[in-house]
């Protein structure tokens, strides 16, 4: 392939350290991430490093707990609530999304007035509950299993089976 791409945007999944690192390197260019839904996006990440802002001028993202209610910024919330501001053909009013993510209470050194996503941490509906060893259950999330498969190197594919 003979192409020099100046960025790469990625989005849809998490992006790993391990693959923003690989990707740098094999394209030697800037790698940036968005996030958002095929009905809205609604944040990317800042130029400075500090996390994804909302995009909220075009949108609402409410993070909620299990119970939709909101969860102060710095708490981890089991959900996102999504309401769309430009959709005026179908609205998108308060729309579940079961990602889990923490909002940073800080302000961001870039001057951007809207707030950050500091950690998404996947989907509440992809935890798996194991048998801990002293009874009871653990929840798990895949995305652990990511970062320590990832750091081992040799590893081209993987698949978790829960039964």
Same mark, same amino acid.
């Given at each position: 392939?003979?192409?020099?791409p100046?960025?790469?945007a990625?989005?849809? *999944?998490?992006?790993?350290?391990?693959?923003? !690192?690989r990707?740098?390197? $094999?394209?030697?260019?800037?790698? @940036?991430?968005? =996030? +958002?839904?095929? %009905? +809205?996006?609604?944040?990317?990440e800042?130029?400075?490093g500090g996390?994804?802002?909302? #995009?909220?001028?075009?949108?609402?993202?409410?993070?909620?707990?299990?119970?939709?209610?909101?969860?102060?910024?710095?708490?981890?919330g089991?959900? /996102?609530? #999504?309401t769309?501001? #430009?959709?005026?053909?179908?609205?998108i /009013?308060? =729309? %579940? /999304?079961?990602?889990?993510?923490t909002?940073?209470? *800080?302000?961001?050194?870039c001057?951007?007035? @809207?707030?950050?996503?500091s950690?998404?941490?996947?989907r509440?509906?992809?935890?798996? =509950?194991? !048998?801990g060893r002293?009874?009871?259950q $653990?929840?798990?999330?895949?995305?652990h299993?990511w970062?320590v498969? %990832?750091?081992?190197?040799?590893?081209? !594919?993987y698949?978790?089976?829960? %039964?």
């Amino acid at each position: 392939m003979h192409i020099s791409p100046h960025i790469i945007a990625t989005g849809g *999944e998490a992006l790993t350290k391990e693959l923003r !690192q690989r990707l740098r390197a $094999v394209w030697q260019c800037s790698v @940036f991430d968005i =996030y +958002g839904t095929t %009905e +809205g996006l609604f944040s990317a990440e800042c130029s400075f490093g500090g996390g994804m802002h909302l #995009f909220e001028d075009l949108g609402i993202v409410d993070v909620v707990d299990e119970h939709n209610c909101p969860v102060p910024d710095g708490t981890l919330g089991h959900k /996102i609530l #999504f309401t769309s501001l #430009f959709s005026f053909t179908q609205p998108i /009013i308060r =729309y %579940e /999304i079961s990602d889990m993510v923490t909002l940073d209470p *800080e302000p961001c050194p870039c001057g951007r007035p @809207f707030r950050r996503i500091s950690s998404i941490n996947g989907r509440s509906d992809d935890i798996l =509950y194991l !048998q801990g060893r002293a009874g009871g259950q $653990v929840a798990v999330h895949p995305i652990h299993f990511w970062d320590v498969l %990832e750091s081992c190197g040799d590893i081209r !594919q993987y698949q978790v089976v829960h %039964e």
